[in-house]
């Protein structure tokens, strides 16, 4: 850590009051969108739990990957999901690191730093806090649909205008006017029959936090439910089709002063989520309602059958007809760090170590099945009745199962000085290794990616400051990555930073003593990024089995072998983008 005062990067902070005063938002990247300086969040889907969250510093600064690194507790991260889940309540500050001063992290910082430091425990009585929270979450805003004859009445002109024949008669003007003909020339505002203006949420926390003077704690759970806008409840099922989400947040945050110079911490977080959908695709859905016009298609024929119409299906039968999914995942983080002053090798020496080990499970169950479907003639028979096709058969509901998940172990060490000399001269120094490696156990028949994924890195830092008004400060990451050939794997960031805080000149104290921090600063660095797209290892040729089988050879073709041939050509001297 650095004293803010003469810090030169460019860092915002987010304190916990700021996510106290979100009300029932439920992921700390919902209660900061909109609210940051130079911090992008985007949200690409409102179902709960499918939230595709996007985060972003100073807008895109890749090709490939621009999403920050994100740092809990001083255990890196990579991806906004970190983010995502974690309970606002157990949050204490929020830092972005955006210019060049997140080189020290090489490589994973491409995008920038996000610095997430949860709640500790603080030594006294015990303290015991819990908020019970209800709310609705109120549909997003949505075209206004025109009625029926509305529609019809636009279409004729629309064709008119192009010198064409109208699309409807006059009679059937008539028809759809007076809804006298449903199944032929139905009305269905399809938003307002399937969809629900509002949807209900519920959130609770509850945290425990205290100690003596060796020990303290901070213990919480959070409970966080949320409802779809689906309008999916339906006589014929016996199950729930709607979006739904459940989580179970927890967090144990133990320091311990193990000597007067000896702190070690244990933290313990993770979640657990329980989720509901349709058994159709949210592309599916809101597909069906981009495509339908209130005449396309009746909510279900008079005679009782479910309607299909040039293989255009209605919103409720993907949502309602076409079984359902239930998805569960945990996640459990771990971690301990030793803190330990190095005072009786010189002032201001500290050693830090770090050890963290994750573990993720995700196990999806689909039950899917397909109704029989009819579609009718545009016309009726001589008296009066729908002329109707089958154009779907019933299958009955089977079962599918998938499940992934990933393991993961971190260790990182740094060795930090900081000492003020005769009061003026302020120096500083920072050096870090950390290594990573990373599985998953769902690896299927792929060679390549049941090699575990590892990173190595080094960094440093160097600060200076005279009197606490001029002050320099540089940086590096050395980073490898798996990406490039032997040789090229490591990539050297510098950055450099300087700044000048004028208010603390004696002039400006003398014109302006109400100026409590003004500061002046620039910053120039490099920081490369790795993720280039593409499969593990680009740099290594592949040769694969050839598609067509054996070749064959001899008088009448009966020896036979297996055959290979080039399968992707590797890339040499990939480097860092």
Not at 43 to 55: F, Y
Not at 244 to 252: D, I, K, L, P, Q
Not at 508 to 526: H, Q, T
Request: avoid cysteine.
């Amino acid at each position: 850590s650095q004293r803010k005062e003469t810090l030169t990067g460019a860092v915002t902070v987010v304190s916990d009051k700021m996510l106290k005063n979100k009300g029932t938002m439920s992921s700390p990247l919902q209660a900061m969108q909109g609210q940051v300086p130079g911090v992008t969040i985007t949200r690409n889907s409102a179902a709960p739990g499918d939230e595709s969250w996007g985060l972003k510093l100073r807008g895109s600064v890749s090709a490939n990957n621009a999403e920050p690194l994100i740092v809990i507790d001083g255990v890196a991260y990579d991806g906004v999901n970190a983010l995502r889940n974690i309970n606002p309540s157990d949050i204490q500050s929020i830092n972005f690191l955006k210019d060049a001063s997140a080189a020290i992290y090489g490589s994973r910082a491409a995008g920038g730093v996000v610095l997430v430091t949860t709640k500790q425990g603080v030594a006294g009585k015990v303290k015991i806090n819990a908020k019970v929270l209800a709310g609705l979450d109120a549909r997003g805003p949505m075209p206004e649909y025109a009625n029926a004859f509305t529609y019809a009445s636009l279409a004729n002109e629309a064709r008119i205008g192009r010198y064409e024949s109208p699309r409807y008669t006059r009679e059937e003007l008539d028809i759809i006017q007076n809804n006298l003909d449903p199944d032929l020339f139905p009305n269905v505002n399809w938003r307002d029959l399937m969809l629900k203006k509002v949807s209900p949420k519920y959130i609770a926390n509850i945290n425990l936090s205290g100690g003596g003077t060796n020990v303290t704690y901070y213990v919480s759970l959070g409970y966080n439910s949320q409802a779809g806008i689906y309008k999916s409840k339906s006589v014929e099922n016996k199950y729930n089709t709607n979006t739904t989400y459940e989580r179970f947040n927890y967090r144990a945050n133990v320091n311990m002063n193990v000597t007067k110079t000896t702190l070690v911490k244990v933290g313990i977080g993770g979640y657990l989520i329980n989720r509901t959908q349709p058994g159709s695709s949210t592309n599916d859905i809101w597909g069906s309602f981009s495509r339908l016009t209130p005449l396309s298609i009746p909510r279900k024929y008079s005679t009782g059958e479910e309607p299909s119409v040039d293989g255009v299906k209605t919103p409720e039968y993907y949502m309602t007809k076409t079984g359902y999914k239930t998805i569960w995942q945990n996640k459990m983080e771990t971690n301990i760090r030793l803190e330990q002053d190095l005072d009786f090798i010189t002032q201001g020496l500290k050693f830090v170590g770090t050890f963290a080990f994750d573990t993720y499970n995700e196990n999806e169950i689909k039950r899917i099945k397909t109704p029989e479907l009819w579609e009718a003639e545009k016309y009726r028979d001589p008296d009066g009745n729908l002329i109707l096709k089958r154009v779907q058969t019933a299958q009955l509901m089977g079962q599918e199962s998938t499940t992934k998940g990933d393991k993961r172990y971190y260790t990182e060490a740094s060795l930090s000085y900081s000492r003020l000399f005769n009061q003026k001269h302020r120096f500083g120094a920072f050096a870090m290794v950390y290594l990573q490696e990373k599985s998953d156990t769902n690896l299927g028949t792929d060679i390549i990616e049941s090699i575990p994924k590892r990173n190595l890195a080094y960094s440093g830092r160097f600060t200076y400051a005279y009197k606490d008004r001029y002050l320099v400060e540089t940086n590096w990451g050395y980073t490898g990555s798996e990406n490039f050939e032997k040789g090229k794997q490591f990539g050297f960031f510098p950055a450099f930073s300087a700044g000048w805080v004028i208010s603390e000149e004696p002039f400006m104290k003398k014109i302006a003593p109400w100026v409590e921090m003004l500061k002046i600063r620039a910053s120039y660095g490099e920081v490369g990024n790795d993720i280039i797209g593409g499969r593990r290892f680009p740099y290594i040729g592949l040769v694969n089995s050839h598609p067509d089988g054996d070749y064959s050879f001899g008088e009448f073709g009966t020896n036979k072998i297996q055959g290979y041939r080039n399968g992707t050509i590797g890339t040499p001297n990939l480097t860092w983008e």
